[in-house]
């Protein structure tokens, strides 16, 4: 057990969202899009139509597992397909490199931005706006 002296305090303070009218704990923001707080706060996704925090992070995490399992099951759709065609040097064979680099950029940003912010128990929001936090790592 951790023993502390006696004069040890701890400010925990609390922001107050001027828009909801209350408290906020630690790690919580108030989305101006949702118009609500959310606790663990990470970002508003566009493509969900909602806010990813605390109750549904590791929905979102499956949700671009998914997209990802999605996007690699395509293309090797496409790669059969032109392969049958006989159209690899055809202009068809740009577009899939196209697609080849989103899909490889996606991958890698999920690899080396989203899984180590995960293992981290760190968000979005507290990555881009460290300077704003108000509590240590």
Not at 85 to 109: H, N, Q, R
Request: charged share 15%.
């Amino acid at each position: 057990a951790l023993l502390l002296p006696a004069s040890f305090s701890v400010q925990t303070d609390l922001r107050f969202c001027e828009t909801c009218g209350q408290s906020q704990p630690l790690r919580c923001k108030h989305c101006s899009i949702c118009d609500h707080c959310v606790l663990t706060f990470d970002h508003h996704c566009d493509w969900l139509g909602t806010c990813i925090g605390e109750g549904n992070r590791w929905l979102f995490g499956w949700y671009m597992q998914a997209q990802l399992i999605e996007s690699g099951c395509c293309l090797r759709a496409i790669a059969a397909h032109l392969d049958q065609e006989g159209v690899l040097e055809s202009p068809d064979m740009a577009i899939f490199g196209i697609l080849l680099c989103l899909f490889t950029s996606l991958t890698i940003f999920t690899s080396f931005q989203i899984f180590p912010q995960a293992l981290a128990n760190i968000t979005t929001w507290e990555v881009l706006r460290w300077d704003r936090v108000l509590f240590c790592f």
